[in-house]
């Protein structure tokens, strides 16, 4: 079955930085768009980045600029860099699936239906 699961998670004072992983199996992998989401306490889940199976990439106006995704389909692994990360970054990080291969539906939950059980990334200042 689909499987996905994160790692990398951590925790780093302002300024720091992380990378995650999302590592992947039960399917094909390099024919899906994948994204990367994050929920913060009391707060709804939002979308952070997603790209397509040929590597075109989407960010939340609030990380462009400081998180970089990217995906190794021989290694059926999505990865997010985060640099100088805030505060305000603090979040459970999810990776997802999108429901249909070979499309993206953006960063809207809806659109994806696999998900992981999340990794927690704390920013203090």
């Known amino acids: 079955q689909v499987q996905l699961v994160e790692s990398g998670g951590g925790s780093v004072q302002t300024g720091g930085s992380l990378r995650l992983s999302c590592a992947t199996s039960?399917?094909?992998?390099?024919?899906?768009?994948m994204g990367w989401f994050r929920q913060a306490p009391g707060k709804e889940r939002e979308g952070v980045s997603y790209?397509?199976?040929?590597?075109?990439?989407r960010y939340a106006d609030s990380v462009k600029g400081r998180f970089t995704i990217s995906r190794d389909n021989a290694k059926n692994t999505m990865y997010l860099q985060m640099n100088s990360l805030k505060p305000e970054d603090t979040a459970i990080y999810y990776c997802?699936?999108?429901?249909?291969?070979?499309?993206?539906?953006?960063?809207?939950?809806?659109?994806?239906?696999?998900w992981g059980q999340g990794t927690q990334v704390t920013v203090s200042s």
């Open positions: 039960g399917f094909t992998f390099s024919s899906f768009c």
């Open positions: 790209i397509y199976p040929g590597g075109i990439t």
């Open positions: 997802a699936r999108h429901q249909s291969s070979g499309a993206c539906g953006g960063l809207e939950s809806r659109w994806y239906n696999s």
